[in-house]
């Protein structure tokens, strides 16, 4: 577990070295109560002290207490002029290699004992002590092990209505989805997002954090929440803020700590300055974000809001660009355990992003999906032990009637999008009825890795479909 912490302060470090201005302000200022924030929240009582920050904290309390470890603001070299700042996009570097410690100091030589002298009689060994219970509950968590389902692959759309996607006959925009898709897995016909907006569905979707009023207006401007914020009983974050504070953990922290590998896969995005591909781009702190239309958005990428992901480099090395997947595809090795899979604000389906003439809207995304799917599809991981989930993680605004027509009466559920798991564990063509929402689909990848839950992921009337995709239910 050092080792992890080693590698993510490293990372930190390199992530640090390529920013400027701002961004570089961000990230320090974060570090700064990081490793202070993990340690206190396993030191504690609190709900926040969960298996997941406790072998965090143990882990950087040792790095700290073995050989006086400098923080990663200590431990970054002395800056060196730079040119006007050029890039906010964070991006991951090699990691800097630790210092080799000092040589120990030679050990006395043995004393030599005379030849006349007939050895002492061995003692008879000690009886072996009981460990204490100090001792038992120092020891670590033993590793979460996956079940037969050990590759997950999630790609979140925008939707425009659930019979835009799998209504029947015309009424459904999507073919693919809907027409080629459909038959081979499991629709979720009664899942519904929490929100309109993209962002809040993202954040719970990897973290189990409810909406706020920052996220549910897609966060304009990138805050932090207020210092005053401190988690409940049931790990929900008070307040309310775009970037969330380091104790806040998400999936990709339990992956990490558990042992598993995790990427998330972004169409377009980039460095806004050179249009080079990038890692993990995020406005600075207190910047307004504004995206090209059609383009990459941090509204698409959850995994940009969260100081446990952002402090010690985990967003630079694992939040990448999509042009990463095809390559991670070609061999199970290096395919990750858990694919965060998101297309650009055109080919997701939000409505108006897509150049006049192109496909728009559902048609635009799932023409993306028809790219895309066959791809993963074909992936021997997929092929092996996966599983791919096509939801939504938003919903378009009705579109206004054609002049002189009535507006059409709105759905019973607005929020009501679907969802379709495809796998060789899911019964092709079936259709389950049961509600489900974003904290259902974190509960059912976390149970799947045999993760313990959080957040609102762990409430009591959540719905999971682990047991069946592990074989534990008929349903």
């Given at each position: ?6 590698t993510?302060i490293?990372?930190?470090i390199a ?10 302000g ?12 993990i340690?206190?929240?396993a ?7 969960s298996p997941?920050?406790s072998?965090?904290?143990?882990s ?7 050989a ?12 060196t002029?730079e ?7 964070p991006?991951?570097?090699k ?8 040589a ?19 003692p008879e ?7 204490t219970k ?6 670590p ?5 996956a079940?037969?389902i ?5 790609i979140?759309?925008?939707s425009s209505?659930?019979?835009?996607a ?5 009424a459904?925009?999507?073919p ?9 897995g ?13 962002l ?15 996220t ?11 210092p ?6 049931g ?10 504070p380091?104790?806040v953990?998400?999936?990709?922290d ?13 169409e ?10 990038a890692?993990c ?10 995206p090209?239309t059609?383009?990459y ?7 940009t809001?969260?100081?446990?992901l952002l ?12 042009t990463?997947?095809?390559?991670d ?18 080919s997701?389906?939000v ?10 809207g ?5 023409a993306?999906?028809?790219?895309v799917?066959?791809?993963i ?8 032990d996966?599983?791919l ?8 605004p009705?579109?206004?009637?054609a002049a ?10 607005p ?19 049961a509600p ?7 509960r059912?990848d ?8 959080l ?14 995709l ?6």
């Open positions: 577990m050092t080792g992890w912490v080693r993510r490293r990372a930190a992530a640090g070295a390529s920013l400027t201005g701002k961004r570089f961000l990230l320090v200022a974060s570090s700064l109560v990081a490793t202070s924030g340690v206190a929240a030191a504690t009582n609190q709900p926040e002290a997941l920050a072998i965090l904290g143990r950087l309390a040792a790095e700290r207490t073995a006086s470890t400098p923080t990663p603001l200590e431990a970054a070299p002395e800056p002029p040119p006007a700042e050029s890039s906010p996009a991006v991951a570097h990691s800097t290699p630790a210092p080799e410690p000092s120990p100091a030679p050990a006395p030589e043995p004393v030599a004992v005379p030849e006349e002298t007939a050895p002492e009689p061995s060994p000690a009886a072996e002590e009981e460990p100090e001792a038992e509950q120092e020891a968590p033993s590793k979460p092990e079940g037969r050990k590759h997950v692959f999630l979140s759309l925008v209505g659930y019979q835009a799998f209504g029947s006959g015309t459904s925009q999507m693919y989805l809907n027409g080629t898709l459909r038959p081979k499991l629709l979720l016909s009664n899942y519904s997002v929490l929100s309109q907006a993209l809040p569905n993202g954040v719970a979707t990897v973290s189990g954090q409810p909406p706020n009023k920052a549910a207006a897609e966060c304009p401007v990138f805050t932090s929440f207020p005053t914020s401190s988690l409940n009983k790990g929900v974050i008070s307040g309310e803020g775009c970037v969330y380091v104790e953990f998400t999936f990709g339990q992956l990490e700590v558990g042992g598993f590998s995790w990427r998330a896969y972004m377009g995005m980039a460095n806004p300055t050179t249009g080079a591909p890692n781009v995020f406005p600075g702190a207190e910047e307004e974000e504004k090209a059609g383009g958005s941090t509204r698409l990428n959850p995994f809001h969260f100081h446990s402090d010690l480099g985990a967003c630079s090395t694992n939040d990448v660009p999509i990463e997947l095809q390559k595809l070609k061999s199970e090795a290096k395919t990750p355990s858990f694919s965060y899979i998101s297309p650009n604000l055109c997701a389906g409505a108006g992003q897509c150049p006049e003439g192109a496909p728009n559902p048609a635009a995304a799932d993306w999906l028809a790219q799917v066959p791809e599809l074909a992936s021997p991981a997929y092929k092996k996966g599983l989930i096509v939801t939504f993680g938003g919903v378009n009705p579109a206004p009637p002189g027509q009535p507006a059409p009466a709105p759905p019973a559920n929020l009501k999008t679907g969802a379709l798991l495809l796998s060789k564990f899911v019964t092709k063509g079936s259709t389950d009825a489900y929402d974003p904290y259902s689909l974190l059912t976390e149970e799947l890795f045999g993760i313990g839950q957040a609102k992921a762990n409430g009591a009337k959540v719905k999971t479909l682990a047991p069946e592990l074989g534990k239910s008929s349903g």
